[in-house]
């Protein structure tokens, strides 16, 4: 069994300032203030007190994941003592959770003919390019899902931050939903699909993941920033509840800059999983009304980043850290030993 890892780039890039909607490198002050000091004057980060409110914010993010690991086996353990689940069942994946139309697509690639072109004549819809949607679980499912989470919400279990960007969510490995549930998703389920959609980008060799659900409500969270995610592949399902506006958007890859790009507007609608690369731009509209639960998942293949970590853009270097943390493993080929990076 792979032993997984994250990098020393986690603890330096890929900041998010929420109030700049900027994604930011943090090595030194003096390197920030060269670096980003005019393009948040730009934004509005005028003063000196606004700048200092800045680096405050900064250093707070880097403590909280410099005590990542620590916090993280806290929280799961602590969890595991105290809370009292409400639906026991949504803990381990059944067939009778998953929508006919998704079981339709897995079965066809166990075909001896199967292929891309067919799989994605199956799949119908592609919402932009190489982004996928169709129905993955079914109403029943994710109405007693979501339950379960605003049962756990609604707890006095602790709750960790899903990532930089959501501040509303639940981490579900933290949650005992890993083994039982989304590591046989992603190994039964999703490999194969991923197999022959994404076989340019690590489609055949997801070996771990990062899975958390993320919330958008009124007074809370309304939507997200663009942004590109810390996987070889993502699947974002659509749980509910009642919920208006909020549709996706996608640009391009991560290297075409965004005054070269014209964003696509997807609908997502309850019950329906959206693939597609991690390193594809996206964002999040804003909700108008009620209550948006999505399941992420981000899939990672650790052959392609340990060859380049696909946040910093580097060759990585790694950190060891807690269950598939990250999804860089030891480079077998890297006679000097280093090991390889990430982000979340």
């Not at 639906?87 to 891309?116: G, I, M």
């Not at 998703?185 to 055949?204: H, K, N, V």
Request: hydrophobic content about 35%; charged content about 25%.
């Amino acid at each position: 069994m792979n032993r997984f890892y994250t990098c020393s780039c986690f603890f330096t890039d890929n900041i998010f300032l929420e109030d700049y909607k900027l994604h930011v490198r943090f090595v030194s002050e003096t390197q920030f203030r060269e670096e980003y000091q005019n393009t948040l004057r730009s934004s509005g980060c005028v003063s000196e007190f606004q700048f200092s409110d800045v680096l405050k914010k900064i250093h707070a993010e880097i403590a909280r994941r410099q005590d990542h690991k620590l916090k993280t086996a806290e929280r799961t353990a602590t969890i595991k003592e105290i809370y009292k689940p409400l639906h026991q069942h949504v803990y381990n994946l059944q067939e009778s959770f998953l929508a006919p139309e998704f079981l339709e697509l897995v079965n066809y690639t166990s075909s001896s003919d199967a292929t891309a072109d067919g799989l994605i004549k199956l799949i119908r819809t592609e919402a932009a390019p190489r982004v996928y949607r169709f129905p993955v679980f079914t109403r029943e499912f994710c109405k007693d899902f979501i339950s379960e989470l605003e049962n756990f919400e609604q707890s006095d279990a602790p709750k960790g931050r899903p990532n930089t960007m959501n501040n509303y969510g639940i981490l579900l490995n933290e949650l005992g939903f890993d083994e039982s549930f989304i590591t046989l998703l992603r190994e039964l389920y999703l490999r194969p699909l991923m197999a022959l959609l994404y076989s340019d980008c690590g489609g055949s060799c997801l070996d771990s993941h990062k899975a958390f659900v993320v919330k958008y409500s009124m007074g809370e969270d309304l939507d997200l920033s663009y942004h590109y995610d810390n996987a070889e592949v993502t699947l974002n399902v659509s749980l509910g509840k009642e919920f208006t506006e909020g549709n996706l958007f996608f640009g391009d890859m991560r290297q075409v800059p965004l005054s070269e790009t014209e964003c696509v507007e997807v609908e997502h609608h309850v019950t329906e999983g959206l693939l597609h690369r991690g390193q594809h731009m996206h964002g999040a509209l804003p909700i108008s009304s009620g209550t948006r639960w999505n399941l992420i998942i981000w899939m990672r293949a650790s052959p392609e980043r340990n060859k380049l970590c696909p946040m910093c853009g580097r060759r990585p270097t790694l950190v060891e850290s807690v269950g598939s943390s990250d999804g860089f493993t030891t480079d077998p080929d890297n006679s000097s030993g280093n090991m390889s990076c990430t982000l979340t």
